[in-house]
C-alpha cells in the first residue's frame, strides 16, 4: 500500500548513518588496538590514520543522526514512532531536547555525544596515550551504537531505531489506510514532570559524567596492556578530576530538579535511580584520592587500579539497573520496561568491560608495582587511604541494598530468599533510614577524615606541625557547633536521642571539615589559590553535607495535623481509630476561607488554566501577620499546579517560595476533577426593595444598592454597555460579613446572569432582574456540599541554599585542581575556568528564573 | 599498608555489615493470604482496587483517610485503610502495590505505589489504545 504524507528520506538517511557510525566506530577501535600492537612505527602510524579518519566519521554521523531526530521532533512527523511517542505540538522549542533523551534510543546517542566530545579532546592531548585509551573509549561506542541500531541479523532484532515507523511498530485499524496520518492529530508528548528546566540542562551533564568515567578506565586497561603500569597516572589525573566533577554535577542537578517537579518534598530519596549514579561517583572519588597517593609516595596502585576499572562498570551496571525493568515496582521513577533484547545487548556491554577489565587486573595484579612496607600513621597517605576505603564501602553498602530486587531475580538466590523470608525481599518499612543510619556514621568519618588529613604531610609530618595547625580549626568548628545546638538547634527526634546524637556528631565533623579546609588555604596554603582546588572541593563538599544535614532534619510539614494542632477534622469517622502521632499532613483549603497553617495563614483564592490543555494552577496567598500590631509581614502567592495529561494520568507540580534561608514549598495532595456530578439545588427567588433583607437557613442577604454599568475590582462595564449589578452584604451565623455582587448584562438582545459565588458559605447569588413594579429579584442558591476545595501539603526547608552553593563551589573545586594538574597554557587554563565557572553559575542561577 | 590497613579494612567492613544485618529488617513481597498469617509485619502487597465495592474518600471531612477494598490474583480480599490522601486515579490503576502492616480485619496501609495503564509509554498495548483515541 501507499501512503499518503509520509516524510521517509530523513528517517533512511538517519538510519544509513547510524550504520555508518556502528561500523565506523568498530573500525576505529580495532584500527587503535592494532596501532598498540603494531612493532614498527610506519605501520603504527598507518592504524592510527585509519582510526582516526574512523572516529572522525563518527563523530560526523552521530551529529547528523542527532539533528534528523530533532528535526523529525521539531516538525510533528508522527509517521516517526520517537516523534509520536515523546513530541506534541504544544512543546516549547527548549522542551523539544528534552523530550530527545526521554526516550531510551535518545538517551543513548546522548552519551555517543559526549563520548565524542571527550574523545576528540583526547586525540589531541592523549599523545602517546591515544591509542589504548581511544581503543577502549571507542568499543564503548561500539555498544552504545549497538543499542539504537535497528536492524535485524538472523530473525533477531539488534537494538531499537529512533526512526522506526509507528505504523510498523505498532497495530492498529488505522494503518490500513492509506492516509493514516491524517487521523493522528498529535503525539503523546513529554511526561509533564520532565518539562521542567533541569530535565534539559541535566541529561546532557549526566551522562558527560557517565561518558567521562570511560576515560579513568580506558588508561587503567591501557596501563595494563602497555606495561607501563605507573606512567599514565599524571595524564589520567585532570580526567577523573572532570569525572568527578561532571558526574556530581549531573546527580545533584537530577536532585533539583526532582525537588522542583517531584511532590515527595525533598532532593533525595535513596531511590535506586539516585543510587545507582551516586555509586560510581563514590568510587570514582575514592579511586582519586588513592591515585594523588601514588603520585606522592608510590603506594596504593593497586587499589587505584581497582577502583577505576570499577567506577565505569558501576556506570554500566546502573545503566543495565535503570533501563532494563529489572527495578520493577521499587522505584518512583517511572523507567521504562525494556525488551529482552535491548537487556541482553546491556548485559552483554556489562560483562565484556567488567569480565575483560578484572580478567585483565587479576592476569595483571602482581605486575603492578607496590610497596610492601607499613606506612606510618603520622602521615597523609595513611589517613587518604582509610578515607578512600570508607568511601568505598559506603558505595558498596549502597548498592548491594540498592541490588534487592536483582536478588530476587537470580535462580537459586532466589529460591533462597523465599525459603528463609517467604517471599520476595523488599524494602523495609522506612527504607531511607535503612540508607541514613550507615550514611551517617560514614559522614562523621569522612568529615573528620576531610578535616585534619590534609594538616599532616606525605611520607612524615613533622613534630608538632599537625597540632599546631589543627588546633584553631578544632577550636572554631567546635565553638560553632555549639553555638547553633543553641541557637539553631537539630531537631530531628524521629528515631530518637541516639539518631540525634549521631546527627549532632556528623553536623559537627561537616562544619569542622569545611573550617579546617578553608584555614588550610588561608594558613598553610597562603592563599594561593591555583593550588587550592582540593581544599576548595573539600569545603563546597562539607558545606553541601552541612546543607543536607539541616534541611533534612529541620524540615516541616507545616500543613501537618502535629504543627497546626488536630483542630480540622469536622466530624469525620474513623473507624478503625487513629495513632495519635501518626499525624495528618495533608490539609484541605476551603475556596476563599483563610486557614490556619503553623504561622501562616492561607487562602485559595482562585484557580487559573495554564498553557497547555488540562493544566490548572491553583492561586494560595500565604500571609504572616505581626499579632500585635496586626501589620501583615509576610506575603506571597504559590501557584502548584495540577496537570490531566493526554494519557488522563494527573500530576501534581509544587511551587515553591525561594528565601536565603528557607523554602516553603507546597503542593496539591488531592484535586477536584471538572466532571462533577450535577448540583440538585435550584434557585430560591425573593422579590424586595433595596435595604430589604432574605434569609437562608446560615444567615440573612441585605440588598445595599443597584448599581448601573459598574465599573470596579469585580467589573469593568462602560457607559456603551447595558448591565446591572446588584450590592449585597451577606452576613452569617458566626455575623462574619461577606460582599456578593451579581449583575446582569444585556448583549445583543441576549440576557446574562452574572452569578456570584460566597465558597465558604456554599451560597449562590444571582440577579433576576427587576419586577414590573419596580422591585428587585434575587435568586439565592445554597449548595448541599462544598463548592470547590483543594488538598495541599506544604513544607518549610531550611537553609537548603547551602547545598546548592556547596555543590557549585565543590564543582570549581573540581576545575581549580583540573586545570592545575593539566598543566595548561596560562590563557586556555583561563578560558577554560571562566567557561566552565560561568556555565555553572548560569545554569545553577540565572537561566531558570 | 600491608597488615594494618587490611585489619583496618577487614574491621570497618564487620562494622558495617553488622550494622547492616542488624539495622534491616527486611520486609517481602506477599500475597493477601499470606499477610494474613503475617499480622502485624511490615509487607507489600500486590492487588487490584476492588471496584465492585465503594471507595470511601472525603477530603472536605478528612482529607487523610482513605478506605477501600483491595483484591490480589489469588482471590485474597480485604480491606485497606490508608491514613493519607487519596492518589490521583486510583480507580483506573490497574495494579497497586501496598505498603504497611495487616491487622486484624484491615490492612493499614503506608504508601501507595499506582501501576496506571498508560504510564509506561513502552508498552505496545498503551501506544495501540493512544492511537486508536485520536
Redesign the interface.
Known amino acids: 500500500m501507499k501512503f499518503v504524507g509520509e516524510h521517509l528520506l530523513p528517517g533512511q538517511i538517519g538510519h544509513l548513518f547510524v550504520i555508518v557510525a556502528f561500523i565506523a566506530s568498530l573500525i576505529s577501535s580495532i584500527s587503535y588496538f592494532s596501532a598498540v600492537y603494531s612493532i614498527d612505527e610506519t605501520s603504527r602510524l598507518q592504524w592510527k590514520k585509519i582510526a582516526r579518519f574512523s572516529f572522525f566519521t563518527q563523530i560526523a554521523a552521530v551529529i547528523i543522526v542527532f539533528s534528523i531526530i530533532y528535526y523529525i521532533c521539531a516538525n510533528h512527523f508522527y509517521e516517526y514512532m520517537y516523534a509520536y511517542k515523546h513530541a506534541s505540538k504544544e512543546l516549547e522549542p527548549k522542551f523539544l531536547l528534552a523530550c530527545i533523551w526521554e526516550g531510551q534510543e535518545g538517551s543513548f546517542l546522548l552519551w555517543t555525544i559526549c563520548n565524542s566530545i571527550l574523545g576528540a579532546i583526547f586525540i589531541f592531548r592523549g599523545k602517546e596515550w591515544e591509542s589504548p585509551v581511544m581503543g577502549v573509549v571507542t568499543l564503548s561506542q561500539f555498544f552504545l551504537f549497538m543499542m539504537v541500531l535497528g536492524i535485524y541479523f538472523f530473525g533477531v532484532r539488534i537494538g531499537s531505531s529512533p526512526f522506526a515507523l509507528t505504523r510498523n511498530e505498532i497495530s492498529a485499524p488505522i494503518f490500513s489506510q492509506p492516509n493514516y496520518l491524517s487521523f493522528i492529530s498529535d503525539g503523546m508528548g513529554l511526561n509533564v514532570l520532565l518539562r521542567n528546566y533541569w530535565m534539559v540542562v541535566h541529561p546532557p551533564v549526566l551522562f558527560l559524567g557517565f561518558a567521562s568515567t570511560t576515560i579513568p578506565f580506558a588508561f587503567a586497561i591501557s596501563g595494563m596492556l602497555t606495561r607501563k603500569y605507573g606512567d599514565w597516572i599524571p595524564k589520567a589525573l585532570p580526567w577523573i578530576l572532570f569525572s568527578a566533577c561532571a558526574l556530581g554535577t549531573g546527580i545533584m542537578m537530577g536532585g533539583k530538579w526532582a525537588y522542583e517537579s517531584l511532590s515527595f518534598g525533598g532532593y533525595w530519596a535513596w531511590d535506586p535511580v539516585e543510587n545507582s549514579s551516586l555509586v560510581p561517583w563514590l568510587i570514582m572519588v575514592a579511586g582519586l584520592h588513592t591515585l594523588l597517593i601514588y603520585k606522592a609516595t608510590g603506594r596504593s596502585l593497586r587499589a587505584t587500579y581497582f577502583f577505576l576499572l570499577l567506577a565505569f562498570c558501576f556506570v554500566l551496571y546502573s545503566t543495565f539497573l535503570t533501563r532494563t525493568g529489572i527495578l520493577g515496582d521499587t522505584s518512583v521513577h517511572a523507567f521504562t520496561e525494556a525488551g529482552t533484547a535491548i537487556s541482553v545487548m546491556i548485559k552483554s556491554f556489562l560483562f565484556t568491560f567488567l569480565l575483560g577489565g578484572m580478567f585483565l587486573f587479576a592476569k595483571h595484579y602482581k605486575k603492578i608495582p607496590a610497596i610492601h612496607t607499613e606506612e606510618p600513621t603520622q602521615t597523609r597517605e595513611f589517613w587518604m587511604f582509610i578515607g578512600s576505603l570508607v568511601i568505598f564501602l559506603a558505595a558498596i553498602f549502597i548498592i548491594s541494598i540498592t541490588s534487592i530486587p536483582v536478588y530476587n531475580r537470580i535462580p537459586g538466590i532466589k529460591d533462597l530468599i523465599i525459603k528463609i523470608h517467604g517471599g520476595a525481599l523488599a524494602m523495609p518499612e522506612d527504607p531511607e533510614f535503612v540508607y541514613n543510619k550507615v550514611m551517617v556514621l560514614v559522614a562523621i568519618v569522612i568529615g573528620l577524615l576531610t578535616a585534619i588529613t590534609q594538616y599532616f604531610k606525605f611520607k612524615s609530618t613533622p613534630k608538632g606541625f599537625f597540632i599546631k595547625k589543627i588546633a584553631t580549626p578544632t577550636l572554631i568548628s567546635a565553638l560553632i557547633t555549639i553555638c547553633l545546638a543553641f541557637i539553631y538547634p537539630l531537631e530531628y527526634n524521629k528515631f530518637g536521642l541516639g539518631f540525634l546524637g549521631a546527627i549532632y556528631l556528623a553536623f559537627f565533623s561537616t562544619i569542622y571539615a569545611f573550617v579546617a579546609n578553608l584555614w588550610y588555604i588561608f594558613s598553610v596554603q597562603k592563599a594561593n589559590w591555583k593550588k587550592a582546588g582540593g581544599s576548595i572541593a573539600h569545603a563546597g563538599f562539607a558545606l553541601m553535607l552541612i546543607g543536607m544535614i539541616i534541611s533534612s532534619s529541620n524540615k516541616k510539614v507545616i500543613s501537618s495535623s502535629l504543627v497546626n494542632g488536630i483542630t480540622f477534622n469536622m466530624g469525620a469517622k474513623d473507624p478503625n481509630g487513629r495513632n495519635a502521632d501518626d499525624p495528618q499532613e495533608n490539609l484541605t483549603l476551603i475556596r476563599q476561607v483563610p486557614t490556619k497553617m503553623a504561622d501562616y495563614e492561607v487562602t485559595y483564592t482562585n484557580d487559573s488554566a495554564g498553557n497547555e490543555n488540562g493544566r490548572k494552577y491553583y492561586h494560595l496567598w500565604f500571609e504572616k501577620k505581626d499579632k500585635q500590631r496586626n501589620k501583615i509581614k509576610e506575603k506571597f502567592m504559590l501557584q502548584p499546579d495540577v496537570y490531566l495529561m493526554k494519557d488522563n494520568n494527573m500530576s501534581s507540580n509544587p511551587d515553591t517560595r525561594n528565601y536565603l534561608t528557607r523554602d516553603i514549598f507546597t503542593y496539591v495532595s488531592f484535586a477536584l476533577k471538572e466532571q462533577q456530578d450535577k448540583d440538585t439545588a435550584a434557585f430560591r427567588e425573593s422579590i424586595i426593595n433595596i435595604g430589604d433583607t432574605i434569609f437562608y437557613s446560615n444567615g440573612y442577604l441585605i440588598l445595599n444598592s443597584i448599581l448601573k454599568n459598574p465599573n470596579n475590582g469585580k467589573y469593568h462595564f462602560t457607559s456603551n454597555d447595558v448591565a446591572l449589578s446588584a450590592d449585597l452584604t451577606v452576613v452569617g451565623k458566626d455575623s462574619i460579613k461577606y460582599a456578593a455582587m451579581p449583575a446582569l448584562e444585556v448583549d445583543n438582545d441576549h440576557l446574562h446572569h452574572l452569578d456570584d459565588t460566597i465558597y465558604a458559605k456554599n451560597l449562590y447569588v444571582r440577579f433576576n432582574g427587576i419586577s414590573e413594579d419596580q422591585k428587585i429579584k434575587i435568586g439565592v442558591k445554597e449548595s448541599d456540599r462544598l463548592i470547590d476545595f483543594v488538598t495541599v501539603k506544604t513544607y518549610v526547608f531550611p537553609y537548603i541554599n547551602l547545598v546548592w552553593l556547596g555543590i557549585v563551589i565543590m564543582c570549581i573545586g573540581f576545575i581549580v585542581s583540573m586545570i592545575h594538574r593539566a598543566k595548561m597554557s596560562r590563557m586556555l587554563s583561563a578560558l577554560i575556568f571562566a567557561v566552565i565557572c560561568l556555565g555553572i553559575g548560569y545554569m545553577f542561577l540565572l537561566a531558570n528564573n | ?5 587490611i585489619i ?2 577487614v574491621g ?2 564487620v562494622i ?1 555489615g553488622a ?2 544485618a542488624y ?8 500475597t493477601i493470604e ?1 499477610a494474613k498469617k ?1 499480622e502485624g509485619k ?3 502487597l ?1 492487588a487490584k482496587v476492588d471496584l465492585s465495592k465503594p471507595i470511601e474518600y ?8 482513605l478506605a477501600f477494598h483491595a483484591i490480589d490474583s489469588l482471590g485474597g480480599k480485604t480491606l485497606v ?1 490508608y ?4 492518589p ?2 486510583l480507580e ?1 490503576s490497574e495494579r497497586v ?1 501496598m ?1 504497611g502492616t495487616m ?1 486484624d480485619n ?1 490492612f ?1 496501609c ?1 504508601d501507595i ?1 499506582l ?2 495503564p ?7 498495548q ?3 489504545r ?3 483515541q ?1
Open positions: 599498608m600491608k597488615t594494618r590497613s583496618i579494612l570497618i567492613a558495617i550494622l547492616l539495622s534491616v529488617d527486611f520486609s517481602t513481597y506477599d499470606s503475617k511490615f509487607v507489600h500486590i472525603n477530603p472536605e471531612k478528612d482529607p487523610n483517610y485503610v491514613r493519607n490522601s487519596k490521583t486515579d483506573r502495590v505498603k491487622r484491615y493499614e503506608k505505589l501501576k496506571c498508560s504510564k509506561y509509554k513502552d508498552d505496545k498503551n501506544l495501540e493512544s492511537i486508536n485520536q
